[in-house]
């Protein structure tokens, strides 16, 4: 599987992929899947909001035991974020035919569409669409870098946007799911874990920022007379980076777009987007008002504006408690570790009982090109998850969801 998934989206001069969502990479990478549930036997779907399915038994019955992740990339990407989760699915599956283990409730396979977020700038449309956390209105209104809507880039790639939006009835059929992912961090490295359980998954979100000046000749122009936001921006930067390590969060602007973008002119607009994440909501919302005060002092000093939009929040998630110990207990006592990474879980785990398992990283290193974990703890994260999918799936009763759930 490996093998045939290397090549599709790999970006050659980076090392990295850009399987942005309903591009030709992104194509390949559904080909993939499918080629891969036909392989296998599983019936094969898509559903309204573009998410790939594979079943073994059917999901009509209730009480499916679902695992799965994604497929697209950030921009350079590593080649295990997502692709992991997904190719580790079909391998469980095929661990537990070689068993003989045949469960009482169904299995799927998912392949939640846009995950990163890397063209439409939110993350996790497609499970978002499918939980009811993203309106089919305001996903009408998600447009990427040239202008083209997500139900155009639906369209193009030969999917119906007519149907988008909450998926309620395919949720209900689920009883449980699970999804494996790289450890991004380094929690497990030098332990002897190669696989951990997550416990919850830190509130985050994006906000852009605008930074409005005013454009004139860098050659001209004497710095006294300028009112360049550039400046404003990168005071901003630098006030965010010092703000987020006095408060243990994390604060990043790693997008940045200026107008008229050229290199002898100040720029009348720099628009940069802030992700930020922190353990807890509190902490989180006074360090996104800490970054926005030190904008906006900075910008009076030179002259400039500063307007500030949150373009996407997500809460903490707490993962449900009982499936998250009875995982635990499962793998004997793996390790439980809270993240600062959002994923499609994580907005499912309102819905539906949701766990996560993370596969060792030696490095830590996450949505680049150096991204990695050892085969031989791939391989234990499929006979993990093999064993997940047996204990829920193999007697038929149900998942408990606990008090403390999201």
């Not at 799965?68 to 950030?74: A, F, I, R, T, Y």
């Not at 978002?128 to 809507?149: F, I, K, P, Q, S």
């Not at 949720?171 to 696989?195: C, K, N, P, S, W």
């Not at 499962?330 to 819905?351: E, F, M, N, V, Y």
């Amino acid at each position: 599987m490996w093998r045939e998934l290397r090549p599709l989206g790999r970006y050659a001069p980076s090392g990295g992929y850009r399987r942005f969502a309903w591009t030709a990479a992104d194509a390949d990478c559904r080909a993939w899947f499918r080629a891969q549930a036909s392989a296998r036997g599983l019936a094969y779907e898509t559903d309204r909001n573009g998410n790939q399915w594979a079943w073994l038994g059917d999901p009509a019955a209730g009480g499916a035991v679902v695992t799965g992740s994604h497929l697209d990339s950030v921009p350079d990407g590593g080649a295990f974020d997502g692709p992991l989760g997904v190719v580790s699915a079909f391998a469980a599956l095929d661990e537990l035919r070689a068993r003989g283990v045949r469960p009482d409730r169904p299995l799927g396979v998912v392949n939640f569409g846009d995950e990163e977020g890397a063209r439409f700038g939110l993350a996790c449309v497609g499970s978002r669409l499918a939980a009811g956390r993203l309106t089919a209105a305001a996903a009408h209104e998600l447009t990427d870098a040239d202008g083209v809507t997500l139900p155009r880039a639906m369209e193009r790639a030969g999917h119906d946007p007519g149907g988008i939006g909450p998926d309620p009835e395919r949720l209900a059929r689920i009883g449980a799911f699970v999804e494996l992912h790289v450890e991004q961090g380094v929690a497990l490295a030098g332990t002897d874990h190669a696989v951990g359980v997550a416990s919850a998954i830190w509130p985050h979100g994006r906000w852009r920022f605008d930074f409005r000046g005013e454009a004139n000749h860098a050659g001209t122009t004497r710095m006294e007379d300028r009112h360049d936001p550039m400046l404003t921006y990168a005071h901003t930067v630098l006030s965010a980076r010092k703000k987020a390590a006095q408060a243990g969060a994390r604060a990043t602007f790693g997008k940045v777009a200026v107008e008229p973008n050229g290199v002898n002119a100040i720029p009348s607009l720099v628009r940069g987007w802030l992700d930020s994440r922190a353990a807890d909501e509190e902490t989180l919302h006074t360090l996104v008002a800490a970054v926005e005060q030190a904008a906006r002092e900075r910008a009076r000093r030179d002259g400039t504006a500063v307007e500030v939009t949150r373009e996407s929040m997500t809460p903490v998630v707490d993962f449900d408690h009982a499936l998250r110990d009875r995982l635990a207990a499962r793998l004997g006592g793996a390790p439980l570790l809270p993240t600062g990474a959002g994923h499609d879980a994580g907005i499912l785990s309102g819905a539906v009982p949701a766990a996560m398992l993370y596969v060792r990283n030696p490095t830590g290193v996450s949505h680049a090109p150096a991204e990695s974990a050892d085969e031989d703890d791939c391989a234990a994260g499929v006979r993990a998850l093999a064993d997940v999918l047996a204990d829920l799936g193999g007697d038929g009763s149900s998942v408990p969801r606990s008090e403390g759930a999201a």
